[in-house]
């Protein structure tokens, strides 16, 4: 039985609740919020000179919280130390120990690789002592990038701009994409022919198909035109048979469960999520969310891991949930085990539900929207990890024509496995359906009712989406779990890299120059491999194979000697960023508008300044085509004159026109999307907000078409108006009559209000919101 005055620490409040609730009355249960002393920004606060000893101080701000710490330790006859389960969890640990001055016997470090009760009380069970091989891999890290960055950004400053930062995986992975479009640019199309032969029996004339031309006894590429009439010419006049059937049975097996490289990716494929989002909400649903009749439950196991390793109580659980609910066929004979990646720390589990039987569906309720999503992606692939293969029938026919070969594939669904329950996202596009084949016979006869060509050109390679990035990082060896997330949002937040429509990543001139400085003079800062051996290093820091300061001290004297010459190098020179030409005409002078950053973020300016000085919000070129006239459809930021208050619209390119031939009124608050209707070939378009929206099609005259009470969210659309950036008129006034009139009922009610005046209030509110 524990003494009532034991201390359990954590990092979160709503940690500290789950947490609490397990353990009960026997424990106090606090939370340090975060780190409680760091490396003070305004200083380097490492002495290099002298061992590389970090000026660890505690972080601002914090000093309640320190001094409650502080008197509940001393308080308390044991103190257990239970933040996250990582280096970083671990150096939490260490530096509250420190701060607080806790002795070592009354020193007990605990963590949680799930927050349920048994994990919790078995943990409490068997603490040990903190790992300080885990705190030097953290410490290592930590200097090491503060050296890089407080060293080479001044000098990006003073040669470059004001602001800028450099960081070892930052600028390795602007690299990558400065690389990729430096790939798409140098790209040369290619041209390619194909041929497709509509095929039917010849007796009876049922069963037409589709045929592909595959070549002779190797599949041909056809580059010309020439080619391919051919081709056509010596089947047109040939007869055509079946010279091959294949049957099979193909079996797909399922995705592993997920670590955080592919959590990250698949909730930006299927939830549209970025990766820092991803995580926090994957940390609510660590740490534990309010369950109607059980209290505060952590949902899922710890979120940061590069592991494919499942308990045998899980995969148990797994299997029987499976039997139970889908049946012992859906149920392999044998557990799937999943092997690791040689690189990988493997100090956690794969990311899995804590508890199988919790259906995401059945506790929705309890969840905000974004919660239940990621829980339903988790909660689903692990089921699916653990099901049967999918079976499909596979059926390939060759036809043969004058020595060359068509073929004509089709597969369908058997038995469904573990697709019943999930299927992994893709960032290519998806294979083209096919439609199902006729029963053939090898050696039976056909005719052809048609014989088309297309031609084709190669396409370059797809700039990274911030999913594809994660795995090129991750294949490459660069970074660990815990930094992907805020790597990327580092090189968007400093402007390296931008986002083009929903998803592309691309440099801009400034992450170029940055990339081009950094390759020129700190070539192994940017270098893959330097950088994965930098990780792999810290990984021998963790196991107590390598000493962090001599890792430190080797790094730090090639580093050194490559920023002084840098700095001999650069002496007096400026590199100049160049501008970023837009595809926008100043509507007073002509010229094309550049891109420019402020301290609000990128706009549109003309080049011509002082003598033109207009400017405008930044456009963004969004998928898909007008619906009235064709053109690009622009992403805009409006600002009401009355409110002040700024909205996002989206209308059509010819919008701003000074022809008005040729200006086109399309404007709506409706998010454009890559995918057209399947009816009539238009752009479809999704409700703005957070969370997955269905896209539905606005064409009036399609048989798809979604009305507006079906589309969900706010129906009002914005009035036209002559002006890109001007506010909708009448859109604007009610959103400005709506907030008065809820401001001055807010004003006016200083006495309890009665019933039914309250009810309006709040509806006049709730609409207000709504308009906003």
């Not at 970074?479 to 400093?494: D, E, K, Q, V």
């Not at 300061?549 to 160049?578: M, S």
């Not at 969004?622 to 209308?651: D, E, H, I, N």
Request: aromatic share 8%.
């Amino acid at each position: 039985m524990a003494n009532k005055t034991d201390l359990v620490i954590v990092e979160s409040p709503s940690k500290a609740k789950t947490i609490g609730k397990y353990l009960g009355p026997g424990y106090e249960v606090k939370a340090s919020m975060g780190h409680v002393r760091d490396l003070p920004k305004s200083k380097l606060s490492v002495d290099i000179e002298h061992g590389f000893i970090p000026d660890y101080q505690p972080i601002k701000g914090k000093e309640d919280v320190i001094s409650d710490l502080k008197k509940a330790a001393k308080r308390s006859d044991k103190v257990y130390l239970a933040t996250d389960p990582d280096r970083e969890g671990e150096a939490i640990s260490w530096h509250l120990k420190e701060l607080l001055n806790i002795p070592d016997d009354k020193t007990y470090r605990v963590t949680f690789n799930e927050i349920t009760k048994n994990v919790v009380n078995q943990s409490i069970a068997a603490p040990r002592a903190i790992d300080q091989n885990l705190v030097d891999a953290q410490q290592a890290r930590r200097i090491l990038d503060r050296i890089v960055g407080y060293q080479l950004s001044p000098l990006l400053w003073k040669k470059i701009r004001q602001g800028l930062s450099a960081g070892r995986v930052q600028s390795v992975a602007t690299r990558l994409v400065v690389e990729r479009e430096e790939e798409i640019r140098a790209f040369v199309p290619q041209e390619y022919w194909s041929i497709e032969a509509d095929l039917e029996r010849v007796s009876p004339h049922i069963g037409s198909f589709k045929a592909q031309f595959h070549g002779k006894d190797k599949k041909m590429e056809l580059s010309s035109r020439e080619e391919a009439e051919e081709v056509i010419a010596a089947v047109s006049k040939g007869a055509w048979s079946v010279s091959k059937v294949k049957r099979q049975e193909k079996n797909r097996q399922p995705a592993p469960p997920f670590t955080t490289s592919t959590l990250q990716q698949e909730a930006s494929r299927k939830l549209n999520m970025s990766p820092a989002r991803t995580m926090a909400v994957a940390q609510q649903l660590y740490e534990g969310v309010e369950i109607a009749g059980q209290g505060a439950v952590g949902l899922i196991t710890y979120m940061r891991t590069d592991s494919l390793r499942l308990s045998d109580e899980a995969v148990t659980a797994a299997r029987g949930f499976i039997s139970q609910r889908y049946g012992g066929s859906y149920c392999p004979a044998q557990p799937r085990h999943y092997k690791t990646k040689g690189n990988a720390q493997d100090a956690h589990e794969a990311i899995r539900p804590s508890d199988v039987t919790l259906v995401p569906e059945d506790i929705k309720k309890d969840l905000t929207a974004e919660q239940f999503r990621l829980y339903k992606l988790i909660w689903s692939r692990f089921l699916a990890c653990q099901m049967d293969n999918a079976i499909y029938d596979s059926l390939s026919i060759d036809v043969a024509n004058s020595g060359y070969i068509f073929r004509a594939s089709h597969s369908s669904l058997k038995f469904s496995g573990f697709t019943a329950v999930y299927e992994e996202g893709k960032d290519d596009e998806e294979e083209e359906k096919t439609s199902p084949l006729p029963d053939l016979k090898e050696g039976e006869a056909l005719t052809h009712k048609k014989l088309s060509k297309d031609q084709h050109f190669t396409q370059p390679p797809a700039r990274y989406s911030e999913a594809t990035l994660i795995r090129a990082l991750e294949e490459q060896g660069i970074g660990r779990p815990s930094t992907y997330a805020p790597t990327i949002s580092t090189i968007l937040n400093r402007e390296y890299v931008v986002k083009e429509g929903s998803k592309a990543l691309r440099p801009t001139p400034l992450g170029e120059v940055v990339t081009g400085l950094m390759k020129d003079k700190f070539h192994d800062i940017v270098d893959y491999d330097f950088t994965a051996q930098m990780e792999q290093r810290l990984d021998k820091v963790e196991e107590g194979a390598a000493d962090w300061k001599a890792l430190l001290d080797d790094f730090y004297k090639n580093f050194d000697a490559e920023l002084k010459q840098a700095e001999h190098d650069l002496d007096g020179e400026r590199i100049k960023v160049p501008d970023e030409v837009s595809e926008e005409v100043c509507p007073q002078c002509g010229r094309n508008l550049v891109i420019k950053s402020g301290r609000f973020g990128r706009f549109l300016a003309c080049p011509g300044w002082p003598e033109c000085d207009f400017t405008m919000p930044l456009v963004v070129e969004m998928p898909g085509k007008c619906p009235l006239c064709g053109g690009r459809l622009f992403k805009r930021t409006g600002k009401s004159k009355k409110t002040g208050k700024q909205y996002t619209y989206y209308c059509c390119e010819h919008r701003s026109s000074k022809d008005e031939a040729h200006r086109c009124e399309f404007v709506t608050f409706d998010v454009p999307v890559k995918d057209n209707c399947p009816v009539c070939g238009q752009t479809m378009f999704k409700k703005s907000g957070r969370g997955a929206k269905k896209p539905f099609c606005i064409n009036e005259k399609c048989s798809n078409f979604t009305p507006e009470d079906k589309r969900g969210g706010w129906q009002k659309k914005p009035a036209a108006s002559t002006e890109g950036g001007a506010a909708p008129a009448e859109t604007e006034e009610k959103k400005s009559a709506a907030a008065k009139k809820a401001t001055a009922k807010k004003t006016t009610s200083k006495k309890p209000a009665a019933k039914k005046p309250a009810a309006k209030k709040t509806t006049t509110k709730k609409a207000a919101a709504k308009e906003k």
